[in-house]
Structures are given as C-alpha cells and as structure tokens.
C-alpha cells in the first residue's frame, strides 16, 4: 500500500530551530508516523541554521518575486528529517530568535515572512512545483495557518487541510490593507474568510478554512470551545467543533532517554535509580545550591511568564525555602519575574538556584536531578516538561489544566491506594494552592515507599509518539477517504 504523503509546515523543527514545544512535535512526530504508513516532509522556513544543515540539499523551485524578492526551495535531509527549505533571504536570513529581533519587538515584516511559507506550502499542494503533491497539508499554528486559505482561494482540487493549534494565545493579526500585498482576493476579507475584528487573522484564517483542526490534549480542545480559554476564538471554534479534535503530544524518547542521555552525568532507569543521585549532586553543583542529598530539589524549565504562573511560584517561595525544599530554574521572558529569581537567589543563596536563559544540557539534567517539576501553569495546551519529567524519575507538580490534567494522575488517597499515581495536581492555580502543593509534596517526600512509587508509576508511562501518531494517522486517513 502506498504510504500516505503528508507536507508539514511549521516555522521551527527540532534540531534545527527551536524556541518552544511546536519544534519538539514537528521534529518527532514525522519519525512516528512513518511506523503508521505515512511519510512527512517538513517545510520549514530557511533561515541561517536550516540552510547550513541543507547545504548539501537540491534547488527543485525558484520564485522570481515571494514578497519582495527572489526565493527557491531547497529538499534534502537533516537531522534525520525529510526537509524543504523556503530559501528566502530577504525574509530568513537573520540569526537569533525566529519571531522577534534584537530589540524584542516582533520582526516588521513577519506577515510577510509567514505568508511565503504558507504560500510556497500552497503552491507545493497546488502543483506548481516539481514536488510531489501531498495528500494532505498540515498547518502547525499561526505561522503556517494560512497555508489552507491560500488554497482555498486557489480554487479546485486541492489536498486536505489541517491545522494544529499548538498555544491559542498566539494569533497572528496584521492590518487589514496586506490583503492586496499578500495576494488575496477581496472576498478573502469577510467574517467567513480570514477577516478577524478589523484585521487579517492568520490563525482565524487556519481554524475558518481547514478541513480539520486540532489540538494538542483533549482537554485543551475543550477548554478553547469556553470564552475563559478560547482568546476570542471559542465561538468560532464552537462552530467547528464537529472539525476539531484533541491529540495529546509525545516526547521523542530517543533523545529524552535516561539510559543512553550522553548529557547526564551517569545513565539511570527505573530499576537503576543510582544515577539520578549523581544528576542531583551535579545538578546542585552547578545551580549553586546546598549538595543535600535529603533535600527536596524543585526544578522548573520554562518560559518565564504569567501564563505559565510563575509569579505564583515567586510568591510562593517563601513556602518552598520553609519547607526545607531547593528550587533549580531554568528560563527566560519577563524581565519582572526574572529579576524576581534573581532577588530570590540572592536572598536564599544556596537554596534557591536560578539560569536566566536557555541551555539544552542543563535542562536534561534539571529533568534528571530533580526530585520533582513544577509546572504551575494558568493554561496550557500541552507541555512536555511534565512528559519529560515523568520520563526522568521527576515527579511532576501541575496545575490541572490543558494537558497537565491529561497526562498527570494526582496523587489523592485512591489513586495512592490504587498504585496509579504519577505526579501531583494544582487546583485552581493560585498561589495559596500553590503553597499548599508545595506542601504537599515536601509529606510526600518525606515519606520514601511513595515517592518511589510516585517516580516508577512516571517512568513507566508511556509518552512516546506512539499513540498519538497513530491518532494523527487515522484524521489524515479519515480525512482522505483512506482505510
């Protein structure tokens, strides 16, 4: 039978370019499809990384003009990835962060940046190029959304469309004058187009023309369908729902392996905890904190911002320093949270750890030599922080929201009684839930047998791709008129 064709379209791909959790899935799940009998290849924007990874790859496209100036697209293979790369210079060729530029304000041209990607996956649907025509064309949030609206407005036979909203919170709107400039038609601009409160919205435009949507946990994909959730959205998703869907993410456990991670300082597994004692005194070591094998170490690898509730955590530090805990963080955002670790670690030297920035290696050892995650987050679509967690012998501390709730069992007296137990759920989030967590955890700790159970019952889950990609197979399939 032959494979089924998928072209995923995505903005960043691990390894290659990654700024969050959309490049970790567009970099994974390919693999894990191809067990499923469908074969993906990635467009991905060619930016300066991408392109030194492809310089072996072959010119298959030229555009004499994508947006003010010449491009072409690039195949070849990367990282184990099956690639195509817009090489657009006019529009990629910057280092540093993909979305915003030195100065911390988005890049000015972004709509038009994303628009080509989007219009390069549409004329690769369409069959204006020498490349294959996918059966279907899989939009990864904002970036890559209004690839179905271009082919929507192309008119004709077309590949099916999905799109998957990895945070609803990110939009994309531009001003309503781009209509003519990004090459659309004037009847593009309505409510049942790509029109959003005045403006061009990309994502709007994604969720409206898409064949499906999707989601990255269930209980996401319901959270969006109320206002509190939905960022403006949630009556047009309640529209689509018949069209939407919530897959839960997976980790890449190859590259998130305790056994084989040549990034920790010795290899551990569920039977062979010994490793994670090395971890957890190199993990001191480099925090700064108090080498204390009895401490309870707290890590926390995120994004610093008030969607992930982090400014409850600053609150609750004092709790956390009481309760004879070291907290080990790792992260980057607001300039107001990040000087707040900083005054923290200043006043609890030893105690409380904090790296203001990102660095691979120290978030595997954060996972590794942690004695727990937090991830006390206001929403979240997914996260695989908790996933990762579970996978190192990290017991996670969620709030039971999005995808924590779905992957996380909380440690209550029948889950306790009834050996399932993986983790701990905060709820609602808020800092005296918080601190009663937090709380919580240090009894736990305090009590041997059931952490350990605790951290086997994690490690013992399965958070591969496996499952999900064969939910993705079956949409695509569905999607198709495939068996």
Same mark, same amino acid.
């Given at each position: 039978?032959?494979?089924?064709?998928?072209?995923?379209?995505?903005?960043?791909?691990?390894?290659?370019?990654?700024?969050?959790?959309?490049?970790?899935?567009?970099?994974?799940?390919?693999?894990?499809?191809?067990?499923?009998?469908?074969?993906?290849?990635?467009?991905?924007?060619?930016?300066?990384?991408?392109?030194?990874?492809?310089?072996?790859?072959?010119?298959?496209?030229?555009?004499?003009?994508?947006?003010?100036?010449?491009?072409?697209?690039?195949?070849?293979?990367?990282?184990? @990835?099956?690639?195509?790369?817009?090489?657009? &210079? *006019?529009?990629? !060729?910057? $280092? %540093?962060?993909? #979305?915003? =530029?030195?100065? /911390?304000?988005?890049?000015?041209?972004?709509?038009?940046?994303?628009?080509?990607?989007?219009?390069?996956?549409?004329?690769?649907?369409?069959?204006?190029?020498?490349?294959?025509?996918?059966?279907?064309?899989?939009?990864?949030?904002?970036?890559?959304?209004?690839?179905?609206?271009?082919?929507?407005?192309?008119?004709?036979?077309?590949?099916?469309?999905?799109?998957?909203?990895?945070?609803?919170?990110?939009?994309?709107?531009?001003?309503?004058? @781009?209509?003519?400039?990004?090459?659309?038609? &004037? *009847?593009?601009? !309505?409510? $049942? %187009?790509?029109? #959003?409160? =005045?403006?061009? /919205?990309?994502?709007?435009?994604?969720?409206?023309?898409?064949?499906?949507?999707?989601?990255?946990?269930?209980?996401?994909?319901?959270?969006?369908?109320?206002?509190?959730?939905?960022?403006?959205?949630?009556?047009?998703?309640?529209?689509?729902?018949?069209?939407?869907?919530?897959?839960?993410?997976?980790?890449?456990?190859?590259?998130?392996?305790?056994?084989?991670?040549?990034?920790?300082?010795?290899?551990?597994?569920?039977?062979?905890?010994?490793?994670?004692?090395?971890?957890?005194?190199?993990?001191?070591?480099?925090?700064?904190?108090?080498?204390?094998?009895?401490?309870?170490?707290?890590?926390?690898?995120?994004?610093?911002?008030?969607?992930?509730?982090?400014?409850?955590?600053?609150?609750?530090?004092?709790?956390?320093?009481?309760?004879?805990?070291?907290?080990?963080?790792?992260?980057?955002?607001?300039?107001?949270?990040?000087?707040?670790?900083?005054?923290?670690?200043?006043?609890?030297?030893?105690?409380?750890?904090?790296?203001?920035?990102?660095?691979?290696?120290?978030?595997?050892?954060?996972?590794?030599?942690?004695?727990a995650i937090l991830v006390p987050s206001r929403f979240e679509p997914c996260g695989l922080t908790q996933l990762c967690a579970m996978r190192y012998g990290a017991v996670p501390i969620v709030a039971r929201v999005g995808g924590l709730a779905d992957t996380v069992i909380d440690a209550n007296e029948m889950a306790l009684a009834a050996g399932v137990a993986t983790g701990l759920h905060v709820a609602p989030i808020g800092r005296e839930r918080l601190e009663a967590a937090l709380r919580r955890a240090a009894s736990l700790w305090n009590d041997p047998p059931t952490w350990r159970r605790l951290q086997k019952n994690g490690m013992a889950t399965d958070v591969s791709w496996t499952h999900p990609a064969r939910r993705y197979a079956a949409l695509y399939r569905d999607l198709v008129g495939r068996d």
């Open positions: 039978m032959t494979a089924l064709a998928v072209l995923s379209v995505a903005s960043e791909v691990y390894p290659l370019v990654k700024t969050g959790g959309l490049a970790d899935v567009a970099g994974a799940l390919p693999g894990a499809l191809a067990a499923e009998g469908v074969a993906v290849r990635t467009l991905v924007p060619g930016y300066p990384k991408v392109m030194k990874a492809l310089e072996g790859g072959t010119a298959v496209h030229a555009f004499a003009d994508l947006f003010g100036g010449p491009a072409r697209l690039v195949a070849g293979t990367a990282s184990g @990835l099956d690639l195509i790369a817009l090489d657009a &210079p *006019h529009l990629f !060729a910057r $280092d %540093g962060n993909p #979305y915003v =530029g030195p100065d /911390g304000r988005d890049w000015p041209n972004n709509a038009f940046r994303f628009a080509a990607l989007a219009r390069a996956a549409a004329d690769i649907g369409l069959g204006r190029t020498p490349l294959p025509v996918p059966d279907v064309v899989h939009a990864h949030d904002w970036q890559a959304a209004m690839a179905p609206a271009y082919l929507h407005y192309a008119g004709g036979a077309r590949p099916g469309t999905v799109v998957t909203v990895h945070n609803l919170a990110f939009q994309g709107q531009f001003p309503a004058e @781009l209509l003519g400039p990004l090459g659309l038609p &004037p *009847h593009a601009y !309505a409510v $049942d %187009g790509i029109e #959003y409160y =005045g403006t061009i /919205g990309y994502l709007k435009a994604g969720l409206q023309l898409a064949d499906r949507i999707t989601t990255v946990s269930p209980t996401y994909a319901a959270e969006i369908l109320e206002p509190e959730a939905g960022m403006g959205l949630d009556g047009l998703l309640r529209v689509r729902a018949g069209a939407l869907a919530g897959i839960i993410n997976g980790i890449d456990v190859d590259v998130w392996n305790p056994a084989t991670d040549p990034l920790l300082p010795a290899a551990f597994d569920a039977r062979r905890l010994k490793g994670r004692a090395k971890a957890k005194a190199a993990l001191q070591q480099a925090m700064g904190l108090a080498v204390d094998p009895g401490a309870l170490v707290l890590g926390v690898v995120s994004r610093l911002s008030w969607q992930k509730g982090l400014d409850l955590l600053v609150d609750a530090l004092p709790v956390l320093v009481g309760e004879g805990a070291q907290l080990a963080l790792l992260g980057a955002g607001e300039p107001a949270l990040e000087q707040g670790f900083a005054a923290a670690q200043a006043r609890w030297p030893g105690r409380i750890g904090c790296r203001i920035g990102y660095d691979e290696a120290l978030a595997h050892l954060i996972q590794a030599g942690s004695d």
